[in-house]
């Protein structure tokens, strides 16, 4: 399938009478006089030749690399369509319907003259080609009780695998969803409000079939990379739906895949309900902030809220350097330059070392995984640059001391006092299940202050948590402070707070301070919590010694 077929899908879905593809602004397709996005990301010359190729017949594409115009005709399952390409100046690309009919819906079309074989051959064009249908949401019942939407489907594009990844890829965004799973032998899954359950009505799928839905959406350098390491990172984009960060994986019944939908919206400090202390760090002219907490906590949304404010906010370069690019930002007050790793740069490490070259004022590197990505992001915050980063851990305290393991002993005592100088901030956060749907993220915060400093650099970090309880003026905040504050605000049940607690005993004794039922809690747990609570009562029969 042709990477432009999605588009010209949309063209004659919508009865539009041309898609433009010019370098330097984004694809748009014209619907009734009027220009409409169909995506996000400025389109560079390389990239509107690389569309064209993958659809030009075989006496056009070398002629693509010339200057002056270029026309053929390219045919799909959407019908026949004018393609105009020019390169005076700048490039620009205009494709239109060849014939419309008199009402509206292009005829299915013949197969082109001149075609031949293709780079990454169209959608096959078939005489049986199903017409256009609609299909009204139904409405199921989960397990849990939650109705499921199933999504409205759109027009048929003659490819079965593309049609139904798309599909269920639309339903996951109907059911406000955060993920979708596919694994082979089982029916498609969705995690809705944390939990894992069947879309209703949908059966179980092959692996060959899960193959051919990844085929459609992945890069020609994702499949490579799939077939040789048998899992491989990716991102796809429904214009006007969502983007979906996408996994493909090899287990032991086949093939699975997991789809995380990323709202083309950015989210704003705001919405997110992001603390001032925490705002001002993106202020800051140099430094190393760090958002932490397990896999699917929100960390990539925090991020971008914390890049938004930024770009709203100050005048300056911001790259960013992901796997893959999941919120786009278009450039407001800053540059915006956003880098794909394995598209657009080899590796986390690789764009971190050109970033020095590129003159960022601020980094954002999207995970850091090894000793020399972490090495060089604490560099970079040290030479006058903010550095933002995520880690896989659950406390911030556990933070600073993750990051100094991962160096050898003989340089941990160097890496604490650069780590003192440079760290600013580090967020950890968790997610939680709100009461009546949906989730909150708990923050645990911590700042850097003299204190910590101090602390980092003697080795102390096992005193960090008092100065978190101590130092709440200064906007820092426990993780049980966090979630009691959602247990107090009736967003969150003390269930949940408890199951999402670190310090457990700690949380059980802050809720039954407040008279909460505590039943739930584990034994030993609970021992601790009634200890906490102040001594044991006396005996009785006996009497306290005089004093």
């Given at each position: ?243 979906f960060r996408g996994n493909a994986l090899r287990e032991r019944r086949g ?293």
């Amino acid at each position: 399938m042709a990477q432009l077929d999605r588009f010209l899908n949309l063209l004659v879905t919508n009865n539009g009478s041309a898609l433009i593809l010019a370098e330097g602004d984004v694809a748009t397709v014209i619907i009734k006089d009027s220009a409409r996005p169909v995506m996000k990301q400025q389109l560079t010359s390389a990239q509107i030749l690389t569309l064209l190729r993958e659809i030009a017949p075989s006496d056009k594409p070398h002629a693509l690399d010339a200057t002056g115009a270029v026309r053929f005709e390219y045919s799909s399952a959407d019908g026949t369509f004018d393609v105009a390409l020019t390169q005076t100046g700048k490039i620009l690309a205009r494709i239109e319907p060849k014939a419309v009919s008199t009402n509206g819906v292009k005829p299915n079309a013949a197969p082109a003259k001149a075609a031949a074989p293709q780079a990454a051959p169209p959608r096959a064009a078939s005489p049986q080609a199903p017409a256009p249908q609609v299909v009204a949401p139904r409405v199921e019942a989960t397990s849990a009780g939650t109705p499921m939407t199933q999504a409205r489907r759109v027009a048929a594009t003659g490819n079965p695998a593309f049609d139904k990844i798309e599909s269920l890829l639309r339903i996951l965004v109907d059911n406000k969803a955060s993920d979708l799973h596919l694994r082979a032998s089982s029916p498609p899954l969705l995690r809705s409000s944390g939990e894992i359950v069947p879309i209703p009505n949908e059966p179980a799928l092959s692996s060959d079939e899960i193959d051919a839905m990844l085929n459609t959406v992945m890069l020609e350098q994702n499949r490579v990379e799939f077939k040789e390491l048998n899992d491989t990172d990716f991102a796809h984009e429904i214009p006007g739906v969502s983007r979906f960060r996408g996994n493909a994986l090899r287990e032991r019944r086949g093939t699975g895949a997991v789809f995380r939908a990323v709202p083309t919206s950015v989210v704003t400090v705001e919405e997110m309900g992001i603390s001032q202390e925490v705002q001002r760090l993106c202020h800051l002219t140099k430094g190393l902030v760090l958002v932490t907490g397990p896999t699917g906590s929100g960390k990539s949304t925090t991020l971008c809220a914390l890049i938004d404010l930024i770009n709203r906010t100050r005048s300056d370069h911001v790259i960013t350097i992901e796997d893959p690019i999941e919120f786009v930002h278009e450039s407001k007050k800053c540059l915006i330059t956003q880098r794909h790793v394995g598209v657009h740069t080899s590796s986390f490490r690789h764009a971190l070392r050109a970033a020095l070259r590129e003159d960022p004022d601020i980094v954002l590197v999207g995970e850091l995984r090894d000793l020399e990505t972490v090495s060089m992001a604490i560099e970079t915050a040290e030479t006058g640059h903010l550095v933002f980063g995520t880690v896989h851990t659950s406390t911030a305290v556990s933070t600073v001391d993750r990051v100094i393991d991962q160096f050898p002993p003989d340089r941990q005592a160097q890496i604490r006092v650069m780590l003192s100088e440079s760290l600013k901030g580090v967020i950890s956060q968790v997610l939680c299940k709100k009461i009546g749907g949906g989730r909150v993220a708990a923050r645990e915060i911590l700042l850097s202050t003299p204190s910590v400093s101090n602390l980092i650099r003697e080795g102390k970090t096992f005193q960090l948590p008092s100065v978190l309880q101590t130092s709440r003026r200064l906007g820092m905040v426990t993780m049980n402070d966090a979630l009691i504050e959602l247990v107090d605000s009736k967003q969150v049940e003390p269930l949940e707070a408890y199951l999402k607690a670190t310090d457990k005993v700690g949380i059980l004794h802050m809720l039954k301070q407040r008279g909460k039922d505590i039943s739930f809690a584990d034994v030993e747990d609970a021992k601790g919590a009634a200890a906490a609570n102040g001594p044991p009562a006396k005996p009785a029969g006996r009497t306290a010694p005089a004093r």
